[in-house]
């Protein structure tokens, strides 16, 4: 399979280069700017890029990758903070111009190689503190900005290239094009990276492996497809277990059952933990507490489960590649299988090495590989749940009656929302229960009866959140439904608090 290999110089945008590349079925890999020669060697890359970065070339500690690179005679692409280095490194000057964010109009002054294709101009998205001043000898202008004469620069002979915008987000017109330009006709990388053949590789990979693999499964996407791949490449030698904590969504325990046992055949054990965890949590309000009670039940229950059902040699989890490259200057993906750990806090004498067979993958591709191997839609479209489950969403103390409450008039907001065509454009949906209760009136009888608060919340990757506007007449529905049909309600109210200050989950 052709590689193209991008150099992590600490831009926000680094993953989304790899992102867009794979987009058009060129695998792209995110790595640490400082990768050395022989590893650079050992992935065998089609071409580089530099990503942008938060430094400057001239700064005592700027990033700088080894010098060899340069004299690899790869196709070497440097964008923004990458786009200075070339400039540098190849015997041009950069300088301090003024900051520069936002939209300008680029104008292409050669359209061959890079810029073939994208017309006369384009919208370009700048982000930058220095720019290239002169450009190196050897080199030519192929396109400028009002404010950045060498906003693009080719070499006459070799095949590298600098672009002081940004190609890879989607306020660049053509940024694709560009990219594509550079990875198909400049590196002829082939589009070889497929899920088809990602699933075919990675089977072959993981039945080499020996002895038993243990999965938790927790019904979400992750966990799921996971699983899927390691059940068809060792079969039953692959143990998935789910623990039911009592703290699901409606029906959610035997749904997930189903799925496994019946459409899979997949050797699944359901631990129904729910009194467990339900009695140790009696009382407690305080909703930190609650996290560590539940955190700690889970590993309790299942090392129970390790200890009893195996020996398992290897623990199997569902992570992505965005969990595994660190913010910032990346320390680059570790390999996709990884020898020994202590994740999640299970005890080192369980002696576990860890298979993480998404962990090159984006979420995206991960939705794809579910579609492949048939998980049902309803699975993998939806929202994200919290690992501890209605813990977080109950206010306060965890009652039966409370549990109740929360799971039904949840699944009535997800009805609802599935029933206005809503369900997909929203972040998170539910409806949550504390200890505060309000009069209403049923039949002629005055009765004091608990407050619903309905959560619907808009996000994009849950560190920010905005109230979603819903509809009135689709909030009204909600609210009679929730209180026609649950007879404990009264009331119901919706939250309109975005995050920050407050949070999604209510605990
Ligand atoms: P908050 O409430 O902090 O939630 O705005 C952000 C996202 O994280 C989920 N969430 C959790 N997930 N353990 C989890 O696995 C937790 O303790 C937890 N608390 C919140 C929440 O559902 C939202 O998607």
Redesign the pocket.
Known sequence: MDKILVLDFGSQYSHLICRRIREFSVYAELVPFDISLEEIRKHNPKGIIFSGGPSSVYNSDAPIPEDAIFEMNLPLLGICYGHQLIVNKFGGKVKRANKEYGSSLLTIDNDKDLLSGVGESVRAWMSHGDEAEEIPPGFQVIGHTESAKAAAIASDEKSVFGIQFHPEVVHTEQGTEILKNFVLKVCGASQDWTMEGFIETEVEKISKIEGNVLCGVSGGIDSTVAALLIHKAIGDRLKCVFVNNGLLRMDEEKEIEEMFKNNFKVNFSSINAGESFLSKLKGVEDPEEK?KIVGEEFISVFTDFAEKNGPFKWLAQGTLYPDVIESGVSKGPAAVIKSHHNVGGLPDWLNLEILEPLKELYKDEVREIAKILNVPQNIFMRH?????GLA?RIIGEITPIKLDITKRASKIVEEELIEAGLYGSVW?AYASVGDDKAVGVVGDERKHGNIVMIRVVDSID?MT?DWTRLPHGLLEKMSNRITNEIEDVTWVTYAISS?PPA???PQ
């Open positions: 996290r994200p749940f919290p690992g501890p977080v998170q849950a959140a995050k949070t999604i989950e």
